[in-house]
């Protein structure tokens, strides 16, 4: 069965740096959520979208931004980049009673 | 204001079965999720409950009392790569009508031979 895909898995990036990270959803799932999971933490919800529309936000930095495309993939765009943002990235989509994760991107920031 | 609980740790014998607590207070809720996941790996979807009762999936069986904001995991025939975190999510309804998940810190279970 497809799962969530995720790209790219890994990523190194020097402070100050942008980033982008993709999402590829399970197909006919109409929500995108974006998570990041710190060294020994829970995931943190970010920022979901329904339908292409941003549906609700968390705890996600003004530095963060993401969207969700026609073909319903969703990038997360992360700039300025500051040591804390090292962590795991979480991409999950889902219909109303599951919601799948993808394998998650770790970021570095060096 | 939004708060989950789960025991930090667990430990349990090989083919026993165990229980993994989560307590919860959030407003408007819609449901509660239970995954597993592995260290520097996703979170593993095992269950939702969203009505009172008990919801079983093989091995794994997961109950919900909305009334006492309380479900549990219980986790049979154990195996070694059970030795896991599990994470309690429940989702909150927004006034947009949209939700998100608040997860707890997770309970790490260790599986003993």
């Known amino acids: 069965a497809a799962g969530v895909i995720q790209s790219p898995r890994h990523l190194i990036k020097e402070k100050r740096e942008t980033a982008t990270l993709k999402c590829y959803p399970i197909?006919?799932?109409?929500?995108v959520y974006w998570y990041q999971q710190g060294p020994g933490q829970d995931p943190q919800f970010l920022i979901s979208f329904y339908e292409k529309m941003q549906s609700d936000k968390g705890s996600i930095p003004d530095r963060f931004s993401a969207q969700q495309f026609s073909d319903y993939h969703s990038e997360l765009n992360m700039s300025s980049l500051e040591l804390g943002d090292s962590a795991l990235y979480f991409c999950?989509?889902?219909?109303?009673?599951?919601?799948?994760f993808g394998p998650g991107t770790r970021l570095t920031v060096l | 204001g939004q708060n989950i609980d789960q025991p930090t740790e667990m430990t349990a014998t090989e083919g026993a079965i165990v229980q993994i607590n989560c307590t919860y207070q959030t407003s408007g809720f819609n449901g509660l999720f239970w995954y597993q996941q592995h260290a520097g790996e996703a979170p593993t979807f095992l269950s939702y409950n969203v009505l009172d009762g008990l919801e079983e999936k093989g091995r794994f069986s997961s109950f919900l009392s909305r009334s006492k904001g309380y479900s549990y995991l219980l986790l049979k025939e154990l195996q070694m790569k059970d030795s896991a975190s599990y994470l309690c999510a429940v989702r909150t309804l927004f006034s947009g009508g949209y939700n998100k998940l608040i997860f707890g810190a997770g309970t790490r279970l260790a599986v003993h031979p």
């Open positions: 999950a989509s889902g219909g109303y009673n599951e919601q799948f």
């Open positions: 197909p006919r799932h109409d929500t």
